[in-house]
């Protein structure tokens, strides 16, 4: 087994995160390996790793764990990036590719720019799940029976779970502080990623998230799913939304076949390689 690991690092609106190929990079300790390489001050920094490897029900498989080391059930800003990752490094020369996840099977459209190189993607997240009592402990499954620390969110999931709060000033909100109170409230039972949301003047949505496993971070994919499918029945925003995170800004449109699609860019930052952790 080799003692290197080569690497890229990529970031879909500043969601950051470790990619690696498994098949020619084996990883003996995948939960090990993203507490230590994403350590921002002794590793290679980051939101967590995620892994791409042959799949038999798409073209690829990604597995996605956190900076704590466990595992989520999607990213959608990682799955984009995973889209650009394949074709980078001449996995597949298609223009529409299928992966794997412990959510179900993501289609992704890459879109080139002139020099044909993949810039974007545009993804089908699946629908949204407004109930679910495996993760949110309320007696119908969604959150029109409880609140967080007296403030009301809409539950979301988007294969991971989602609380989505509207406030008047999102600048107010102090997320470091209130952000882990959320996430291990026992209304939910395998944790959440809480975001919240406000509504600005010209209609498009300023959010900011806190991510289960991970805390604060620049942007949450599923999480801008969440959040406009929350607008969308609760402030009346129509079923296309513009979400505008830390990190940059994603489209999210809810289809009439109710499957949410999200367009948004996927950025390679630098390749290296690195240790195994001992």
Not at 41 to 68: C, H, P, Q, V, Y
Not at 162 to 179: M, P, R, S, W, Y
Request: glycine letters at 10%; charged letters at 25%.
């Amino acid at each position: 087994m080799a003692n290197k690991i080569h690497f890229t690092k990529m970031h879909g609106c500043g969601n950051n995160y470790i990619y690696v190929y498994l098949p020619d990079n084996p990883i003996p300790d995948l939960e090990k390996a993203a507490v230590e390489w994403s350590k921002p001050n002794f590793g290679i920094g980051s939101d967590g790793l995620i892994t791409i490897e042959k799949s038999d029900k798409a073209d690829f498989k990604m597995r996605i764990f956190n900076n704590d080391g466990s595992e989520a059930m999607m990213c959608g800003n990682g799955v984009r990036c995973c889209g650009k990752f394949v074709r980078d490094h001449g996995l597949t020369d298609k223009k529409t590719v299928t992966f794997e996840t412990l959510s179900g099977i993501k289609v992704l459209e890459l879109f080139e720019d002139e020099k044909g190189e993949v810039v974007a993607a545009r993804v089908d997240m699946g629908e949204p799940v407004l109930a679910d009592k495996r993760q949110c402990a309320t007696p119908d499954g969604s959150m029109s029976m409880g609140d967080v620390n007296g403030m009301k969110g809409t539950f979301v999931s988007m294969g991971n779970p989602h609380d989505v709060i509207f406030v008047d000033d999102i600048t107010a909100i102090d997320l470091e502080k209130i952000g882990r109170d959320f996430e291990n409230h026992p209304l939910f039972p395998e944790r959440v990623n809480t975001e919240f949301a406000q509504i600005q003047p010209d209609g498009t949505i300023r959010m900011r998230v806190w991510e289960r496993g991970s805390g604060i971070t620049m942007a949450c994919g599923t999480g801008a799913c969440a959040t406009s499918v929350a607008a969308t029945l609760t402030q009346n925003t129509g079923r296309t939304n513009t979400i505008i995170m830390d990190g940059g800004t994603l489209t999210i449109e809810w289809g009439e076949d109710n499957h949410i699609y999200m367009t948004g860019p996927a950025v390679a930052v630098f390749e290296g390689q690195i240790n195994l952790p001992e």
